[in-house]
């Protein structure tokens, strides 16, 4: 059941709600999918997306240019810090067809939403009782642009089964208080 905005609440701040609402539930129990309600502030704002672009083409550790997509990520970032009472950062992966990214580690809860495109997901899950025989758990999914997977902190991803070109947007949570 879909709930309704309420009234005067912007599509980004329904987004946000809903978003907050999964990592405030699921927090520390393991990875999460949500496909939150507003989703059309950041799939739809191909702003968002054209920043990406933008910023995959600068030179590492220049700022991205000033646009109406970086004011949303940065919006969004904001508007989830506020309701979850932690710090949260933005930036973006842009995965071109083809392309395969493994190792990576969450070093922060990690909330991964596609903004344009979609991407093959393995979460590597840590086994609550380590006991030397276990057999690793991978969780394997495809995101596409709307979804938006929590990562908790310390588990590894990798993405690929890129075939056309993915923008993700990354929100690293810090906790304050959370």
């Known amino acids: 059941m879909e709930s309704a905005p309420a009234a005067g609440n912007s599509p980004l701040e329904v987004f946000a ?3 907050a609402l999964c990592l405030s539930v699921n927090r520390d129990r393991g990875p999460a999918l949500v496909w939150p309600d507003g989703v059309e502030a950041l799939v739809a704002e191909s702003s968002v997306a054209d920043l990406a672009q933008a910023a995959a083409e600068t030179a590492p550790g220049t700022p991205p240019p000033p646009s109406p997509g970086l004011a949303r990520a940065t919006e969004l970032s904001e508007e989830i810090g506020r309701l979850l009472n932690c710090e949260v ?12 990214r493994t190792g990576d580690r969450a070093t922060t809860d990690l909330v991964l939403l596609p903004v344009r495109g979609g991407c093959e997901c393995r979460v590597h899950l840590e086994p609550r009782n380590p006991e030397p025989t276990a057999a690793e758990q991978v969780l394997n999914l495809r995101l596409r642009a709307g979804e938006a997977l929590y990562v908790p902190a310390g588990l590894g991803y990798a993405l690929g089964g890129v075939h056309a070109p993915c923008v993700l947007l990354v929100l690293s949570l810090h906790d304050s208080a959370w």
């Open 89 to 100: 950062h933005s930036s973006f992966i842009l995965l071109p067809a083809g392309a395969e």
């Open 17 to 19: 709600r809903d978003l």
